[in-house]
């Protein structure tokens, strides 16, 4: 390959790109219109402050299954198992750290919680693997089989979480530090919901810069557009599809801890009643976007709990009507991401 | 590794079935080592299916696809990849959420973007370097189509695959296409195989031709004596002589 004869042309400036910061206004303009409905200040920061914690619980369930959707093109109905899978394990493990636990000191709990949370993502993340190569990879692009067989594996995880445990709920208490609440004047926020809302900033935070700043992120970025080029350019896709799988269940296992905290209660359906709200997030976010999940998680809990609050016999359908609104405003989601 | 004077890639016999379709039917031609042959015929002849059987993104359900003396016909596309073909699809296939800083170093496989090169690269397309830090979306189609060949040669391969590299593009940037095309042709060890409709373009680069009609190879010889003989050209390829020079 010969050099240019002449030398590469300086920089021209070039034009700005505009950013689409408008997805981005949604919350804040929600929680501003929120705040003369209900009134008072003090409820209004409790219900904003316990919707971004659901929040970013939702997100980091979600956040998994939208990079599936988006570069695997597999309907995960079965995403929901994680979930219940890491709750159970934490629930498993917590007993054996009650002196973490059990005292007042939070470094200590935050210890506990970070334990807990790398088993539920260790088991979630093999139980990945494994589900990936027995149940996902036969039905690669055909989504009817694949919504069949994934409901499926979501039931029989759901079965064998009733054979080993029971049908009854199980406690998971919170770590002792973790209990009560701050309180500001007249404004009291618990302190787990602080915690939760930390966790969640940092998933987005580590989701950010894996997508963004390596190389494996770009190829997961580029994978979700057009995947037959990412095999011609000379990467096995396949492999990253399994990676992504594993990651996207380690992150519905690290969910499911949050949300068992959240509740300080497990049952076996946990994992399946939070899916129609994570499938919400996901096509409200747009398929296969981080950032429009991030958002999209926030929206929806944020407006669950001004309508229960406003509204409650709305607050069924409330993420339906979100749901509907964003659509028309953005038929592929709040950032979609460019297919070839 | 075969001789020298063998053939760089030959396909034999290949036929491709997407579906219920048999598209390819006994492809046989080959591409000569460190020539620019090009690949034409109507619409629907099966071009892009050859160029997409031969990087294995459709497999040959008969007949052989052989690359430097190795079989290729049942590899994956990764790994024809990663022999040394590179491919330039029809849509550009372009990751338009990416940056064009991002889309090259996704091609750069071996590691980072060797600087040379890219200044060379900017040499050839300077809009490039203009919209580097942009993303790939917000380019013209002419932007885009030299993203995607910049793509292609950020790092030396053996074969290029190029198809239609013209298609909605102005004359000036046909222009441009050109002039990177010579440049490319400058190494002696640069094998290019480009699908193309526009025949003045394919006339004014091409070393050798193949001609494709019906998923089969029609004809097969020097771009030259295509280009000289108007009988064949309109045989071949319908071409009304006075539209086309």
Not at chain 1, 87 to 108: E, K, N
Not at chain 1, 122 to 132: D, H, I, K, P, R
Not at chain 1, 213 to 239: C, D, F, P, Q, S
């Amino acid at each position: 390959m010969t050099a240019p004869a002449t030398p590469a042309p300086a920089a021209r400036p070039a034009p700005a790109q505009r950013r689409d910061v408008a997805p981005l206004l949604l919350v804040p303009l929600l929680a501003l219109a929120a705040l003369p409905l209900i009134g008072d200040l003090s409820t209004w920061i409790t219900l904003t402050a316990a919707g971004l914690a659901m929040g970013m619980i939702i997100f980091i369930i979600a956040s998994g299954l939208t990079l599936v959707f988006g570069l695997m093109d597999v309907l995960n109905f079965g995403h929901g198992a994680f979930i219940s899978v890491g709750a159970y394990a934490a629930a498993v493990l917590a007993p054996s750290l009650s002196g973490l636990t059990q005292t007042d000191s939070l470094v200590l709990n935050i210890v506990a919680l970070l334990a807990l949370i790398a088993l539920a993502m260790a088991v979630t993340g093999a139980l990945g693997y494994a589900f990936e190569r027995i149940i996902i990879m036969p039905v690669y692009g055909q989504h009817l089989k694949q919504i069949l067989v994934t409901v499926g594996g979501l039931i029989v995880a759901e079965q064998l979480i009733i054979a080993v445990f029971g049908p009854v709920q199980i406690a998971l208490p919170l770590p002792a530090a973790f209990r009560g609440s701050i309180v500001f004047g007249d404004v009291a926020i618990e302190r787990y919901r602080v915690i939760a809302v930390a966790v969640g900033l940092v998933v987005f935070a580590a989701m950010l810069l894996v997508l963004g700043r390596t190389k494996i992120g770009l190829l997961i970025r580029a994978g979700v557009e057009n995947g037959e080029m990412v095999e011609a350019l000379g990467y096995h896709i396949r492999r990253l599809f399994v990676g992504v799988f594993i990651a996207g269940s380690a992150l519905a296992g690290l969910g499911g801890v949050m949300w068992g905290f959240y509740r300080e209660a497990l049952t076996p359906a946990m994992g399946m009643d939070v899916m129609v709200l994570v499938f919400i997030v996901v096509v409200i976010g747009g398929l296969g976007s981080v950032g429009g999940c991030f958002i999209g998680a926030l929206l929806v809990a944020v407006t669950a709990n001004y309508t229960g609050f406003l509204a409650p016999k709305l607050a069924l359908g409330s993420n339906i009507l979100l749901m509907a609104l964003i659509l028309l405003w953005r038929s592929r989601g709040l950032y979609p991401v460019a297919k070839r | 590794m075969s001789s020298d004077t063998a053939p760089l890639l030959t396909l034999t016999g290949v036929n491709t079935h997407i579906g219920p379709y048999h598209i390819l039917q006994g492809v046989d031609f080959a591409v000569p080592r460190g020539s620019l042959t090009m690949l034409l015929g109507r619409n629907g002849a099966g071009k892009t299916t050859t160029l997409r059987t031969i990087m294995g993104l459709w497999h040959a359900s008969a007949g052989a696809v052989r690359f430097d003396g190795a079989d290729i016909t049942a590899w994956a596309t990764p790994d024809i990849a990663q022999a040394g073909i590179a491919y330039v699809p029809e849509n550009m296939g372009i990751f338009a959420d990416l940056t064009v800083r991002d889309n090259l170093l996704l091609a750069a496989r071996s590691g980072p973007i060797d600087e040379t090169r890219l200044r060379w690269i900017f040499g050839l397309f300077p809009a490039l370097e203009r919209f580097w830090s942009l993303a790939a979306g917000v380019l013209s189609g002419g932007q885009k189509q030299m993203l995607s060949i910049a793509r292609a040669i950020i790092e030396p391969r053996r074969l290029f695959l190029i198809d239609e590299p013209t298609k909605g593009l102005a004359p000036a940037i046909i222009a441009n296409m050109i002039e990177a095309f010579r440049e490319l042709k400058k190494n002696p060890d640069t094998t290019i195989l480009v699908v193309e409709q526009n025949f003045l373009f394919a006339k004014s680069l091409g070393d050798a031709v193949a001609v494709m009609d019906n998923g089969r190879v029609v004809h097969a010889g020097a771009m030259a004596a295509l280009a000289e003989d108007r009988g064949l050209q309109q045989r071949l390829l319908g071409l009304s002589l006075d539209q086309h020079q």
